[in-house]
């Protein structure tokens, strides 16, 4: 049974850092895309970042870009989102999903099959 588990999440001030982690267990990804999503109260699923391990690209939403940095570890079988100067707009619960391709990263939701349970992250002002 494939499960991702995020952690890393956390409440800090506007301007701050946190990283979220994505640890998969249950599979081991030879081809395989990621997605970080997030969604706040009153608000719809949106996209963040992805990356595809057959052709390491990444994808950043432009509300993020320039402040988030997508990575992974295939020793770990996790991925990271680190995050930089976060805004207030920032809050959310961020959920990380994964898909078996070789099609490279993969930004619509709907291609995801695997998601996490999310974890909380809280931008102060």
């Known amino acids: 049974e494939v499960q991702l588990v995020e952690s890393g999440g956390g409440v800090v001030q506007a301007g701050g850092s946190l990283r979220l982690s994505c640890a998969a267990t249950?599979?081991?990804?030879?081809?395989?895309?990621i997605g970080w999503f997030r969604q706040a109260p009153g608000k719809e699923r949106e996209g963040v970042s992805c990356?595809?391990?057959?052709?390491?690209?990444?994808g950043y939403a432009d509300y993020v870009k320039g402040r988030f940095t997508i990575s992974y570890d295939s020793a770990k079988s996790t991925v990271y989102l680190q995050m930089n100067n976060l805004k207030p707009e920032d809050s959310a619960i961020y959920y990380c999903a994964a898909v078996i391709t070789s099609f490279g990263r993969l930004a619509n939701e709907n291609n995801y099959d695997y998601w996490g349970q999310g974890t909380q992250v809280t931008v102060s002002s």
């Open positions: 249950g599979v081991t990804f030879d081809d395989y895309a």
């Open positions: 990356i595809g391990s057959s052709d390491e690209s990444r």
